[in-house]
């Protein structure tokens, strides 16, 4: 097999990664979520490292979804199309 055969296609790793990404995000988020409710509902000492580790994470990603849909919405100055308030 020559080299160029073997290198992947650059849109099937971007299509994997971008899968991978969305199912992970949730489920990481879901998981952090569950323990620092648990560990207020329990009082469970939990290390300080892992909640500033999951709050990160959580803040992070819920931050970065917010900014991605708040750029999805913006109006273009230069086109002047809709509003940018609950477009789709």
Known sequence: MSEEQNKANP?????????????????VTIIFAAVIAQVVIEGIAAPQWF???????????FGDRTVQ???????SPSTGEGNGEGEK
Request: hydrophobic share 50%; charged share 15%.
């Open 69 to 75: 849909h708040i750029k999805e919405n913006k109006t």
């Open 11 to 27: 849109d099937l790793v971007s299509v994997f990664c971008n899968f991978f990404r969305a199912v992970t995000r949730p489920a």
């Open 51 to 61: 909640l500033a580790l999951a709050s990160g994470c959580i803040l992070w990603w």
